[in-house]
């Protein structure tokens, strides 16, 4: 028979899964009844990932076996500070979605798929301690984090806005975080003393909370503008 174009012949197979033959022509004489199989793969080529600086992202896996008609998935993930770009091939090899950072990749020829990154301005969020958070000289603290991935996470510590006595503080957010839950520690930062609930950071113009309820812990408040 006629091999199909982006496929292999591997071999003549019984149904019980043994090989009788690599040959395409083989000569084969049963004692019982049975049925010889003509096994067919799909041809795959070496492709290999990567990000145009490790510092910036990373991609998964670093190598793949692609063919031209089974898509293989790849994942691009940006590291804090970054977003995701888009993906660019070299010849021979389709992107099912070149913007999406989880996608699919087709090949007819073996080479490289990279993945592009670019930097995201930090993201400022304020924050008015009313009452009892606004007492004994506290150092503020925004704790932020990736909400589906909580070992990404850092310590902020939070600055006066204007001159003392302050009534804001101001944190700069690196791009990637999603989440963020404001502290009130002593002084020296060595003792919590009360802190906010899992807050999500806004997209919107609302990047100043203000503490509400200051006297519960964990402390309410509300996002504004």
Same mark, same amino acid.
């Given at each position: 028979?006629?091999?199909?174009?982006?496929?292999?012949?591997?071999?003549?197979?019984?149904?019980?899964?043994?090989?009788?033959?690599?040959?395409?022509?083989?000569?084969?004489? #049963?004692?019982?009844?049975?049925t010889v199989y003509a096994h067919f793969s799909e041809i795959t080529y070496s492709v290999q990932l990567k990000s145009t600086d490790i510092n910036q992202g990373t991609v998964s896996p670093a190598n793949v076996n692609a063919g031209q008609f089974t898509g293989v998935t790849i994942t691009a993930t940006p590291k804090i500070g970054y977003s995701f770009v888009n993906w660019t091939a070299?010849?021979?090899?389709?992107?099912?979605?070149?913007?999406?950072?989880?996608?699919?990749?087709?090949?007819?020829?073996?080479?490289?798929?990279?993945?592009?990154?670019?930097?995201? #301005?930090?993201?400022?969020?304020?924050?008015?301690?009313?009452?009892?958070?606004?007492?004994?000289?506290?150092?503020?603290?925004?704790?932020?984090?990736?909400?589906?991935?909580?070992?990404?996470?850092?310590?902020?510590?939070?600055?006066?806005?204007?001159?003392?006595?302050?009534?804001?503080?101001?944190?700069?957010? #690196?791009?990637?975080?999603?989440?963020?839950?404001?502290?009130?520690?002593?002084?020296?930062?060595?003792?919590?003393?009360?802190?906010?609930?899992?807050?999500?950071? #806004?997209?919107?113009?609302?990047?100043?909370?203000?503490?509400?309820?200051?006297?519960?812990?964990?402390?309410?408040?509300?996002?504004?503008?």
């Amino acid at each position: 028979g006629t091999v199909a174009t982006g496929y292999q012949f591997d071999g003549w197979y019984t149904t019980g899964g043994t090989k009788l033959s690599a040959s395409t022509t083989y000569t084969y004489y #049963p004692t019982e009844a049975t049925t010889v199989y003509a096994h067919f793969s799909e041809i795959t080529y070496s492709v290999q990932l990567k990000s145009t600086d490790i510092n910036q992202g990373t991609v998964s896996p670093a190598n793949v076996n692609a063919g031209q008609f089974t898509g293989v998935t790849i994942t691009a993930t940006p590291k804090i500070g970054y977003s995701f770009v888009n993906w660019t091939a070299t010849d021979g090899i389709t992107i099912a979605n070149p913007n999406s950072a989880s996608t699919t990749i087709k090949a007819t020829k073996a080479g490289t798929v990279t993945a592009n990154f670019k930097a995201q #301005p930090a993201t400022t969020i304020y924050l008015e301690p009313t009452g009892h958070w606004n007492t004994h000289n506290p150092q503020y603290v925004a704790h932020v984090w990736i909400k589906n991935n909580t070992s990404v996470n850092e310590d902020i510590i939070m600055t006066g806005v204007g001159e003392a006595p302050y009534k804001y503080y101001k944190a700069e957010v #690196p791009y990637g975080y999603t989440g963020v839950v404001f502290f009130r520690n002593s002084p020296d930062g060595k003792t919590l003393w009360n802190q906010t609930a899992d807050l999500t950071i #806004p997209t919107d113009d609302k990047t100043l909370y203000v503490i509400t309820d200051n006297t519960n812990a964990p402390a309410t408040g509300e996002w504004k503008v």
